[in-house]
C-alpha cells in the first residue's frame, strides 16, 4: 500500500472528478488498484493516467465514491495494486465501446494502442452530453464515435447499436468494451453474432480485491483475481454474466 498526496482534482463532469496524485505505480491497461480511504471504504478504481502524474476517474455513485470526491489537494488516500491480468493489445485493428465510466478502464488501452501506430475506433455512451468525458482526449487517439440516452450529442440510443453500424462499415480484428454490465453483454452477443473476439472488463462488488472473500464471483470466475479482463469464451461460460451480480451482503440482484 502506497499512501499518496491528492495533487490534482479535475471535474470532468457534474458527477465525475479525476483525482491526480505523484506515484511509481505501473500497471498494465486493464488491470486496476484499490483506492482506500480511511474509516470509509476500499474499492477498486481503474487508472487513467500513469507516468510523472497519475490519477484514477470516480464517478460519485454511493459512500465512497463520495467521500473521495469530498477530498482537497494535499489529502491523502492509499493505493494498492496493481491488481486483475489487463488487456490483450496484440491485434492491429479495435473497436473499443464504452459505457459511462467503463470508458476509464479502457482510456490507457486506447492510448498505448495509438502510441503503438494501431487502428482504433471508440465508440462512447452516456447519459447526456454533459455526462460525457475523455470526448476531446479519446479524439486524439482514434475515431470517436458518441450515443446518448436522450439524444443530446451523437446517436440517439444504446451505444451497442453505433458499434453495430461501425462494425458493417470495417470489421475490427478485436473488440474491448467497459460498461454496465447489460451493455457489454449486447457487446458480447455482437462479437458472437459477427465471429469478432472480445474483451469486456467486469465490474462488480469488490471486498478483498485478491480472490479470498468470493464476492465478486461471476460464473466459476473472481472477478479480482481471474479477471477483470475476461475473453468472449469466459464470458459465455458464465452463466450470471449481463443477468444478475451479487450486491454488498453477497444477495444476487437482477440487472
Ligand atoms: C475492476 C473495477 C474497476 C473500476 N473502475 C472504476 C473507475 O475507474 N471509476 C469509477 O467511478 N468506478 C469504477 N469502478 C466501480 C467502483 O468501484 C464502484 O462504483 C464503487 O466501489 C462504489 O462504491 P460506493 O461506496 O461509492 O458505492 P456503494 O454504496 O457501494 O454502491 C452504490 C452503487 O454502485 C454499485 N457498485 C458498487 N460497487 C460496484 C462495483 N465494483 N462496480 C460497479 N458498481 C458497483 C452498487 O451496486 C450500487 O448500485 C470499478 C469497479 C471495478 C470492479
Ligand atoms: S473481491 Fe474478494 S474474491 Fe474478488
Known amino acids: 500500500m502506497q499512501i499518496v498526496e491528492i495533487t490534482g482534482i479535475i471535474n470532468e463532469t457534474p458527477n465525475i472528478k479525476t483525482i491526480e496524485f505523484k506515484s511509481d505505480l505501473e500497471l498494465k491497461p486493464g488491470q486496476f488498484v484499490m483506492a482506500w480511504l480511511p474509516g470509509i471504504d476500499e474499492i477498486p478504481l481503474a487508472i487513467t493516467k500513469t507516468g510523472k502524474v497519475c490519477a484514477v476517474t470516480i464517478d460519485n455513485v454511493g459512500e465512497a465514491t463520495e467521500a473521495f470526491h469530498k477530498l482537497e489537494i494535499g489529502s491523502q488516500i492509499g493505493i494498492k495494486g496493481p491488481f486483475g491480468n489487463g488487456f490483450d493489445l496484440s491485434a492491429n485493428d479495435y473497436l473499443l465501446i464504452a459505457g459511462g465510466t467503463g470508458l476509464a478502464a479502457l482510456t490507457r488501452a486506447a492510448e498505448e494502442l495509438s502510441q503503438a501506430g494501431k487502428n482504433l475506433r471508440i465508440a462512447i455512451g452516456a447519459g447526456t452530453a454533459e455526462t460525457h468525458f ?23 440510443g444504446f451505444i451497442t447499436i453505433v458499434a453495430e453500424d461501425l462494425i458493417d462499415i470495417k470489421k475490427p480484428e478485436m473488440i474491448l468494451a467497459c460498461g454496465p454490465e447489460p451493455m457489454m453483454s449486447a457487446a458480447h452477443f455482437i462479437a458472437e453474432q459477427y465471429d469478432i473476439p472480445i474483451q469486456c472488463s467486469l465490474e462488480r462488488y469488490m471486498k478483498c480485491g485478491f480472490g479470498i472473500c468470493g464476492s465478486c464471483q461471476c460464473g466459476k470466475y473472481t472477478v479480482c483475481k481471474d479477471g477483470p479482463v475476461f475473453d ?18 453477497g444477495k444476487p440482484v437482477w440487472f
Open 232 to 249: 468472449g469464451k469466459q464470458l459465455a461460460e458464465m452463466e450470471d454474466f449481463g443477468k444478475w451480480k451479487r450486491d454488498s451482503s
Open 134 to 156: 475523455f470526448v476531446e482526449r479519446m479524439k486524439a487517439l482514434g475515431e470517436v464515435h458518441l450515443a446518448t440516452d436522450d439524444g443530446s450529442v451523437g446517436h440517439h
